[in-house]
Structures are given as structure tokens and as C-alpha cells.
């Protein structure tokens, strides 16, 4: 990221992977139904040149990880650097999730 630090990005990502979580607490009420995370997928907002993307995503990875612990949170995953995101955003994040039945 060009305008944005590395830090200040991976901040960013979890961030996005909290408000994923306040997303699914406010339709489900709480995060007890999740089984596991299943995939994560994040969008950097990049240079060309810039091939650090995974280590900004580690902060929404990092983050489920803590939440969900090693197991339940170990996820597949990828990092995508972009030439721009809506509203200049420097991470954008997606991600799936098992529910428990």
C-alpha cells in the first residue's frame, strides 16, 4: 500500500475481520453457531510492485485465529493486491464460515 503503512493495513484488515464478527453477532445473535472458519479472502489496495499482501491479511487471519483458536479458526486463504478499492480503502476482506447444526 502506497498510502498506508504495512502496519497501518494489517491493522485495517482486522478491522474488517471485526466487523465481519459484529455482523454475524447481530443476525445471529452471538458467535456460538460458527463451527469454523472456512475461507478467508482479502483485497489489498496496492501498488503494482507491492507483494507484501498476505501480510496485511494476517491481521483478519491473526484475528480469527484468536477468536476462534487454532483449530476452529485455521482457515484456506488468499491475498490479492488491487489497483484500487471503492472509497480508496486500503483492505477489504470476505469470509466463510460453518455453522454449526
Known amino acids: 500500500p502506497s498510502q498506508v503503512s504495512v502496519e497501518e ?17 447481530t443476525k445471529l445473535g452471538s458467535l456460538d453457531r460458527i ?26 487471519t491473526d484475528l480469527l485465529k484468536t477468536v476462534f483458536g487454532p483449530e476452529h479458526g485455521r482457515h484456506a486463504r488468499t491475498a490479492l493486491g488491487m489497483g484500487q478499492l471503492p472509497l480508496g480503502t486500503s483492505v477489504e476482506v470476505e469470509a466463510i464460515f460453518q455453522l454449526r447444526r
Request: proline share 2%; charged share 20%.
Open 35 to 60: 463451527e469454523r472458519v472456512v475461507r478467508v479472502t482479502g483485497y489489498v489496495n496496492a501498488d503494482p510492485d507491492f507483494t507484501d499482501c498476505h501480510l496485511v491479511i494476517n491481521g483478519a
Open 9 to 25: 493495513a494489517t491493522k485495517a484488515a482486522a478491522l474488517c475481520a471485526a466487523n465481519i464478527l459484529r455482523a454475524i453477532v
